[in-house]
């Protein structure tokens, strides 16, 4: 009735329970773990619209968040994925479904705890795709995501942060506040050049069609890497069709995202050399592989159909969390 893969396993009470991933996931229980698990049934009470029942749930993790239950792991169809829902009665009633992940499975495996401040804390194994194979040949692949300090909104959505310690990487401050982009236009941001960087920006526009930021840009503009806001389709996106010179899949990750009446559009941009993970409002994240050349380091905020007001714009160069 189910395949086992990736189980999650877990003490409540006086009985171990564990979640065997797969087609059909399932959930076994054991009193002892000595005398053989016992299968209990379907994982989930019922399903979500748009999402299959029998979809695969691997690296499955549970856990309580905010008094609600948190059901995370990933299909290999969707990627990185979560319910909120409640655990009861030996099944997982889900409420609500998001993904984490949406043009491939580079956002995947995923993995949290809970850390001595009491923040639930992910991470996700960011897994290059295209050069699959040749790590296969060096031994290793890909690379860790950013951790993720995950909490639970007044309105029951997931809330995504950056944990604070990450400030202590940065130096070379800068800033500017109260530019503005003319429709159509490109605000080049001089005296920043670097692949290493943290930008936070605040932007808003009432009539803009895309609005954003450029970053690893070639000095002549045809490498570049695109995060923008597309208000009329509600999605933020990672545009990397243009992210460099190899003759290599280059593709657009975007998720679904809104900004509310008058909710300034808050940015926070991390750029590791091959990296790029871009974090919006608290709601929404994403990541994407870029491979550009040496050279291309320039940053360019961008406005298409419509101005757009860059409230403030701070930047930090990043360093090695690990120097050594």
């Given at each position: ?42 994982l ?35 990627g ?19 993904q984490?992940?949406?043009k ?10 809970v ?22 040949e ?16 007044d ?25 503005k ?8 941001i ?32 045809k ?18 069709s ?17 900004l ?23 709601r929404?994240?994403?990541m ?8 291309s380091l ?16 701070n ?10």
């Amino acid at each position: 009735t189910y395949r086992s893969w990736d189980p999650f396993g877990w003490l409540e009470d006086d009985t171990y329970y564990a979640i065997f991933g797969g087609k059909n996931p399932g959930i076994a229980k054991s009193q002892t773990l000595k005398g053989g698990w016992h299968y209990t049934g379907d994982l989930f009470a019922h399903g979500v619209e748009g999402i299959a029942l029998d979809e695969d749930l691997s690296c499955a993790d549970l856990f309580k968040l905010d008094n609600r239950d948190i059901l995370m792991g990933i299909s290999h169809k969707l990627g990185c994925r979560y319910y909120i829902g409640e655990w009861k009665d030996e099944q997982f009633y889900p409420q609500s479904h998001a993904q984490m992940s949406w043009k491939d499975n580079s956002f995947f495996a995923p993995e949290s705890l809970v850390d001595d401040k009491g923040r639930r804390i992910m991470w996700a194994w960011l897994m290059d795709v295209v050069h699959w194979r040749q790590g296969w040949e060096r031994g290793w692949t890909g690379t860790m995501s950013l951790p993720r300090v995950l909490s639970i909104s007044d309105n029951g959505t997931m809330l995504i942060d950056i944990p604070e310690e990450i400030e202590a990487l940065r130096y070379r401050p800068f800033s500017r506040n109260n530019l503005k982009i003319e429709a159509n236009k490109e605000l080049s941001i001089e005296g920043i050049r670097s692949n290493s960087i943290e930008l936070s920006i605040e932007m808003e526009s009432e009539e803009a069609r895309e609005y954003g930021v450029k970053v690893c840009m070639s000095p002549d503009g045809k490498e570049k890497t695109i995060i923008s806001y597309d208000p009329l389709r509600k999605v933020i996106r990672i545009d990397a069709s243009q992210s460099g010179p190899r003759e290599e899949p280059k593709n657009v990750e975007e998720g679904p995202f809104s900004l509310d009446k008058n909710e300034p559009l808050k940015l926070r941009v991390f750029v590791d050399k091959s990296v790029v993970e871009v974090f919006v409002n608290r709601r929404q994240a994403l990541m994407r592989f870029i491979y550009p050349s040496s050279n291309s380091l320039g940053i360019r905020l961008f406005s298409e159909g419509s101005s757009t007001k860059v409230n403030r714009f701070n930047s930090w160069h990043i360093s090695p969390s690990n120097p050594f």
